[in-house]
């Protein structure tokens, strides 16, 4: 059996740079189906300071930043409007979390001559990695209770450069909203 790392943590392996593929995260959402998405207009990130999760990976200025920066131009772009006063129509906020993953992937050994091929005992090899998910919550200022989540799951490139990392949280941000309001 052989190991095979194709992650390794890193300081700047921020969230969600997915490998190259068709389907780069897996989307989900939900929602609070007595809640009224209709006339939304403004919004507001959730007031207070933003709670570590203890991960340095993480807990960074670097992916608070780029995040933020991904939900107000994805909410701009649906035609929402970041409020400059009073109570706005909804509050958002975000969380990110990452942990380690390990496939294993079986392929038989082909042995043969003379055009014929046989397969014989297989070799394993055992993939590690690392899984990020950013999690979307929509909030009602008045219950101050989620009433709409979205997140994108995706695996993570420790070695992808700052602009491919924020390009990779755009894309999923851009996913994750598509979704919202709910229809």
């Known amino acids: ?3 095979i790392r194709l992650a390794r943590p890193a300081a700047c392996a921020l969230v969600l740079v997915a490998l190259a593929g068709c389907s780069q995260f897996t989307v989900r959402s939900d929602y609070d189906r007595a809640a009224s ?3 939304l207009r ?3 990130w959730q007031p207070g300071p933003k709670r570590d999760i203890g991960d340095p990976r993480i807990d960074s200025r ?8 991904a939900v107000d131009r994805e909410l701009a772009t649906k035609g929402y409007a970041k409020a ?3 109570t706005p129509d909804f509050l958002v906020d975000y969380r990110a ?3 380690g993953k390990s496939d294993m992937v079986s392929m038989p050994r082909w042995y043969g001559s003379a055009g014929v091929f046989v397969t014989g005992p297989s070799d394993t090899y055992t993939y590690h ?3 990020g998910t950013l999690l979307v919550d929509v909030i009602d200022p008045k219950t101050m209770q989620p009433v709409w989540r979205g997140s994108a799951t995706g695996i993570i490139d420790p070695t992808a ?3 491919k990392r924020d390009q990779r949280i755009n894309q999923a941000i851009q996913q994750i909203l598509k979704k919202f309001p709910p229809r």
């Open 1 to 3: 059996m052989r190991g």
């Open 37 to 39: 998405f209709t006339g």
């Open 42 to 44: 403004t919004y507001d």
């Open 62 to 69: 670097l992916l608070d930043s780029s995040v933020r920066n």
């Open 84 to 86: 400059s006063s009073g």
């Open 97 to 99: 979390v990452e942990k």
């Open 129 to 131: 990695y690392d899984e």
């Open 161 to 163: 450069r700052p602009e």
